[in-house]
């Protein structure tokens, strides 16, 4: 029997709804938020009452990208969190409430959850998928973890950061430098023309498979004061090169985590998920590492970095093909465990 869902994501300031149909991806429309650039980062407020107008325009055009009926939707799936509140509760009422006047299931997702199985919609006849059990660098500006995926709906934390993200730490560091926001993106494309090794950056001497970057911001902080102090133009001089060996240095730092748990867990299916998985440098680094070990390496298409419904869809298929929806009554939750 053929399942047809309806994916609703709304966890920070990208409207988006998507159609999946047996794991096939027929619509993925995305409307992001350009309000929040100038503010430096996405105002709470802001985001909702834009989401509020956004999100019936957005799933009344995936539906019609996808060439199907309302009528045609097994179930309705909706991101329950993490994420900002005010985001959160405009898609996962607006998800109710169709399913309610249709009669069928809902199914909340874990945000997270929804972007490493990105990795399992299907667009094409050359859509790859990992094998089971694999091993997802899921790195984003909220989070940093190491997961070891044995089924769609098994998953294991096994790694992650004790304080800030590594995304989070892009951004920072990009607003230390003067670039505007969204940081990450900026950083990566300057980095492209300088010296990874300009500048040796300190990097954390954390346990196991976890993760530290507060320690790199502040060594980045004070590593550049001092530098100023000498020549106050330096940042403007060599801004590239200071991209350079920050997005190495953070790359370095995932990388060696990353080496880590493949050889503890000696599982060689290896993917990235999340909005940093977009990063150029970090793509290059994991594709050059992965052909030396041997490893199997899966990026993800760009438009499954960023938020988007595709992933939330493709996670509420495999839980409706396995039996599970949830109650009408379950809250959205800015912070949800993985």
Request: aromatic letters at 8%; hydrophobic letters at 40%.
């Amino acid at each position: 029997m053929s399942i047809t869902i309806l994916g609703i994501e709304s966890s920070c300031d990208d409207t988006s709804a998507a159609v999946i149909k047996d794991q096939w991806l027929l619509s993925n429309v995305i409307s992001s938020q350009d309000v929040h650039k100038s503010y430096g980062g996405v105002v709470s407020e802001l985001a909702s009452r834009a989401h509020q107008a956004n999100i019936i325009p957005v799933v009344e055009t995936a539906l019609s990208k996808a060439g199907v009926f309302i009528s045609d939707i097994d179930a309705i799936a909706y991101t329950r969190g993490p994420g900002l509140l005010g985001s959160l509760l405009v898609g996962s009422s607006f998800a109710k409430g169709l399913a309610l006047s249709l009669g069928i299931p809902i199914i909340s997702v874990n945000h997270l959850q929804g972007h490493v199985l990105s990795h399992f919609v299907l667009e094409d006849s050359k859509s790859q998928l990992p094998k089971l059990p694999f091993i997802c660098l899921l790195v984003s500006g909220g989070h940093t973890q190491i997961i070891l995926v044995r089924s769609p709906l098994d998953m294991e934390v096994v790694g992650q950061t004790i304080d800030d993200a590594a995304g989070e730490a892009f951004d920072k560091c990009a607003k230390v430098i003067g670039l505007p926001y969204p940081g990450g993106p900026m950083i990566d494309k300057l980095a492209a023309e300088g010296d990874p090794k300009f500048i040796k950056f300190s990097k954390p001497k954390i346990p196991n498979l976890n993760f530290s970057f507060s320690g790199l911001k502040t060594s980045f902080l004070y590593t550049l004061r001092d530098k100023q102090e000498e020549d106050k133009d330096f940042i403007n001089n060599h801004l590239a090169d200071i991209c350079a060996s920050l997005q190495s240095t953070i790359i370095e730092i995932l990388l060696s985590k990353l080496e880590k748990a493949v050889h503890t867990y000696k599982v060689y299916d290896v993917a990235i998920a999340g909005g940093v998985a977009a990063n150029s440098g970090l793509r290059s680094a994991l594709s050059e590492l992965g052909k030396r070990k041997g490893w199997n390496i899966f990026l993800p298409k760009k438009q499954f970095t960023t938020d988007n419904a595709a992933m939330i869809a493709i996670a509420g298929y495999y839980n409706f093909k396995n039996g599970k929806v949830s109650p009408i009554d379950e809250p959205p939750l800015a912070r949800m465990p993985f």
